[in-house]
């Protein structure tokens, strides 16, 4: 298995700018998790999905955020328009059962 | 959620036994203790999980006591690549509920030659 696959690896973009952010989870695992980590806030979980259905979003810092997962396979995290505040690196993460997540090499996002 | 504190930093030298423990006095009776370790410019990678007495796997041991209030992660050995920083979870984790995984600031360990 691949492993969690997310793109792009490293994403440079002007404030105000879409960005998205994409991961592939592990074939099989019900659950994904988007999380930010940054050196003032640690790894900050955004929001999670089991069977594609966002249970959990209570992390998304504003309305500018937004995640969906339209099938097993696939989901985005998106930024519109995107802020300088929001450079970091984003990981996504999958998981089949409870406690054992295996995260992506993860997205650094500069917003200039 | 029950919180949890660990040490902000450790050292250590090659060779040595580290153990890091992390406190957790509101733990909850279905949740688990799992640890993680980070490397940097990688995400997060799990170690070890644990409910009660003590767990043991290839890369490290995990100490918990009778009253689960707090839990102690064991690296036998520690060489240079141990490096990185140790979060410690508490949460429910079950076959049917992964639940929220959410990582404290973590311990970040020196391992020095």
């Known amino acids: 298995d691949a492993g969690v696959i997310q793109s792009p690896r490293h994403e440079v973009t002007e404030m105000g700018q879409e960005v998205t952010l994409r991961c592939k989870p592990i074939?099989?695992?019900?659950?994904l998790f988007w999380y930010r980590q940054t050196m003032m806030r640690g790894l900050e979980l955004l929001i999670y999905?089991?069977?594609?259905?966002?249970?959990?979003d209570s992390g998304m810092p504003e309305d500018r955020f937004s995640a969906k997962m339209p099938n097993a396979s696939f989901s985005t995290l998106k930024i519109q328009p995107s802020e300088p505040r929001d450079s970091a690196v984003y990981f996504c993460?999958?998981?089949?059962?409870?406690?054992?997540?295996?995260f992506g090499q993860g997205t650094r996002l500069t917003v200039v | 959620l029950a919180k949890t504190t660990q040490p902000i930093s450790m050292d250590s030298y090659e060779g040595q036994e580290v153990n890091i423990t992390c406190s957790h006095n509101?733990?909850?009776?279905?949740?688990?203790i799992t640890w993680y370790q980070q490397f940097p410019s990688q995400g997060p990678r799990f170690i070890i999980q644990?409910?009660?007495t003590k767990v043991t796997n290839e890369v490290a041991s995990l100490f918990i006591p009778a009253d689960r209030k707090s839990s102690t992660l064991s690296l036998p050995r520690v060489s240079l690549s141990d490096t990185a920083v140790y979060y410690c979870?508490?949460?429910?984790?079950?076959?049917?509920?992964?639940?929220?995984?959410?990582f404290g600031q973590g311990t970040t360990l020196q391992v020095k030659p």
């Open positions: 993460a999958s998981s089949l059962w409870g406690g054992k997540a295996f």
């Open positions: 644990g409910y009660k």
């Open positions: 074939s099989g695992h019900d659950y």
């Open positions: 979870l508490v949460g429910e984790a079950s076959s049917s509920n992964t639940g929220k995984l959410i």
């Open positions: 509101n733990i909850a009776t279905n949740d688990y």
């Open positions: 999905f089991n069977n594609n259905v966002p249970i959990d």
